[in-house]
Nanobody
Framework: QVQLVESGGGLVQAGGSLRLSCAAS????????MGWYRQAPGKQRELVASISSGGTANYADSAKGRFTISRDNAKNTVYLQMNSLKPEDTAVYFC??????????WGQGTQVTVSS
């Protein structure tokens, strides 16, 4: 079992920045692909960024050039640095730890609100 706890969400003006953190329990954090997803009201949950166990990062087109995902395996934590935020980035952001289709976990989510 892996428990994920997100933090760092909040209210920010357009153009501002936030850094989300996701702390994971357990000693096997390094084997998981970690991802950040978001879900806006009335919309499906979508992938924002992911980082493999080897450190390879991937981004949704909407996040490229503005967001940076990173991980610190010593701290069992994954981060999402979000810059140049836009109102359309407003959503609940969820942390995900994925090892296989049978072994993956979600955090409870953290709200990000970007005002115009």
């Amino acid at each position: 079992q892996v428990q994920l706890v997100e933090s760092g969400g909040g209210l920010v003006q357009a153009g501002g920045s936030l850094r989300l953190s996701c702390a994971a329990s357990g000693s096997t954090f390094s084997i998981y692909t970690m991802g950040w997803y978001r879900q806006a009201p009335g919309k499906q949950r979508e992938l924002v960024a992911s980082i493999s166990s080897g450190g390879t990062a991937n981004y949704a087109d909407s996040a490229k050039g503005r967001f940076t995902i990173s991980r610190d395996n010593a701290k069992n934590t994954v981060y999402l640095q979000m810059n140049s935020l836009k109102p359309e980035d407003t959503a609940v952001y969820f942390c995900n730890a994925w090892f296989s289709t049978r072994q993956y976990y979600w955090g409870q989510g953290t709200q990000v609100t970007v005002s115009s």
